[in-house]
């Protein structure tokens, strides 16, 4: 037989365990969305950390058993999680509490908001919106509500709190905005009942809150807004809780100042009159994975960009101390000191600590991907 009649042999049983490999994926799925279903009849959370981890364990280990690479197996499994998590995610979730009489959301049929009208309404709660034409009949709107959420940009949400001065006094209050300082406060002069910051941290486009995380900010009687905490935890999502003034403090570094950094960045490059299509085409997957990063921020809202960064003027000194000590290493190289720029790199390395190499791992992972979706 020769070498086209063997290759064509060998090809055609590919096919077949190919073939196989999908009818198993199939019906993989078809049994964690029944494992879904019997989750939402009893509010158990999507995610579960634990059992993930434990399964990828075992598996891993009869990988290794079987001759084949741990990473490729990990890899499989966690994309399939992925799917699974979207097939559990469409069977709908429990009602924490069955009393909640409505929500409204303000802002609903923003792309934020819509992200909450729609997991409410999949928990059979009855769910209201107030957009800006509706507000001179928000006053009847407002009533009987037990959670009100202020989903409006940021240069409005401060206002709109203000207005929001009488409602029912055990009516949970919130506002999901990524400053927390400022609209806390309002929320407390404004309403006498429970008030709680929140800030989502994703962007409109999640598909559910498996895996993300909501920082919540206490204002006033948490014992009363628990259950709103734990519908979020049903969902899937984790709740990371801090004091206001912390979590302004750290989103200044998190995201205002790498907004900025990016924006800038982006900025020079257009400056500079640099051919994108050329720089893709020459990156490796790490420079490309950069450039992704800058490029998907200038396909958004610049106004919701220009919100979060003009938000906390106390941002802009964090900001300028940022640009001190680039200009500082600028002059490292500009002096051909290069011995100081190395020490200034192992200092940083060393107060990454044990960091430094998590997250070569985890970017390790996140490069395979970025160089598959390479054409």
Same mark, same amino acid.
């Given at each position: 037989?020769d070498?086209?009649s063997?290759l %064509?042999?060998?090809?055609d049983?590919?096919?077949i365990i190919?073939?196989?490999l999908?009818e198993?994926?199939a019906k993989?799925?078809?049994?964690t969305t029944k ?6 009849q009893?509010g158990?959370?999507?995610y ?10 075992l598996?891993r280990?009869?990988? /290794?058993n ?5 990473e ?5 499994l966690r994309?399939?999680m992925? $799917?699974s998590?979207v097939?559990q ?5 429990? +009602?924490?509490?069955p009393?909640c009489k409505?929500?409204?959301v303000?802002?609903g049929?923003?792309?934020l908001g ?5 997991l *409410?309404?999949r928990?059979n &709660?009855?769910?209201?919106t107030?957009?800006e034409? $509706?507000?001179?009949?928000s006053?009847?709107?407002l009533? $009987?509500?037990s959670v009100?959420?202020?989903a409006?940009?940021i240069?409005l %949400?401060n206002?709109i709190?203000q207005?929001? #001065?009488?409602?029912p006094? $055990?009516c949970i209050?919130?506002?999901v ?10 929320m407390l002069?404004a309403h006498?009942?429970p008030v709680v910051?929140?800030?989502p941290?994703?962007?409109?486009d999640?598909?559910g809150?498996?895996?993300?995380t909501?920082?919540a +900010?206490e204002?006033?009687?948490p ?8 519908q *979020?935890?049903?969902?899937?999502a984790?709740?990371?809780?801090t004091?206001a ?7 200044g570094?998190?995201?205002?100042m790498?907004h900025?950094s990016?924006?800038? &960045?982006g900025?020079h490059l257009?400056?500079e009159?640099?051919d994108?299509?050329q720089?893709v085409?020459?990156s490796?997957p790490i420079?490309?994975l950069?450039? /992704?990063?800058?490029g ?5 809202d610049p106004?919701? &960009?220009?919100?979060?960064?003009f938000s906390?003027?106390? #941002?802009?000194?964090m900001m300028?101390r940022f640009?001190?000590r *680039? @200009?500082?290493?600028l002059e ?6 290069k011995i100081?720029f190395v #020490?200034?790199f ?5 107060? *990454?600590?044990d960091?430094?190499d998590i997250f070569l791992q985890?970017?390790?992972?996140m490069l395979?991907?970025?160089?598959e @979706?390479?054409k």
């Amino acid at each position: 037989m020769d070498i086209g009649s063997q290759l %064509t042999e060998l090809r055609d049983e590919i096919d077949i365990i190919d073939g196989q490999l999908v009818e198993l994926l199939a019906k993989r799925r078809a049994v964690t969305t029944k494992v879904g279903e019997l989750k939402s009849q009893v509010g158990m959370p999507i995610y579960a950390p634990d059992r993930e981890e434990q399964l990828i364990k075992l598996r891993r280990e009869q990988a /290794l058993n079987a001759g084949l690479a741990p990473e490729l197996i990990e890899d499989v499994l966690r994309r399939l999680m992925r $799917d699974s998590y979207v097939s559990q995610d469409a069977s709908g979730y429990r +009602c924490v509490n069955p009393k909640c009489k409505k929500v409204v959301v303000v802002g609903g049929k923003g792309q934020l908001g819509q992200v909450f009208v729609d997991l *409410f309404n999949r928990s059979n &709660y009855q769910v209201v919106t107030i957009e800006e034409e $509706d507000w001179l009949n928000s006053e009847v709107i407002l009533q $009987d509500s037990s959670v009100v959420i202020v989903a409006v940009p940021i240069r409005l %949400t401060n206002t709109i709190i203000q207005q929001l #001065n009488n409602l029912p006094h $055990d009516c949970i209050l919130a506002d999901v905005t990524s400053i927390k300082e400022q609209p806390l406060t309002e929320m407390l002069n404004a309403h006498t009942g429970p008030v709680v910051g929140l800030h989502p941290m994703f962007g409109p486009d999640v598909a559910g809150l498996i895996k993300q995380t909501i920082i919540a +900010c206490e204002g006033r009687s948490p014992e009363q807004y628990q259950w709103l905490l734990e519908q *979020f935890q049903v969902w899937g999502a984790k709740i990371y809780s801090t004091d206001a003034k912390s979590h302004d403090q750290a989103m200044g570094m998190v995201q205002v100042m790498r907004h900025f950094s990016t924006i800038a &960045y982006g900025y020079h490059l257009m400056a500079e009159g640099a051919d994108i299509s050329q720089l893709v085409e020459m990156s490796s997957p790490i420079y490309r994975l950069e450039l /992704l990063m800058v490029g998907r921020l200038f396909a958004q809202d610049p106004v919701l &960009y220009s919100d979060i960064i003009f938000s906390n003027r106390e #941002n802009i000194a964090m900001m300028k101390r940022f640009a001190h000590r *680039f @200009l500082e290493l600028l002059e490292k190289v500009e002096s051909d000191d290069k011995i100081s720029f190395v #020490n200034i790199f192992n200092d940083v390395s060393q107060w *990454f600590g044990d960091y430094a190499d998590i997250f070569l791992q985890e970017s390790k992972a996140m490069l395979l991907k970025a160089n598959e @979706l390479k054409k």
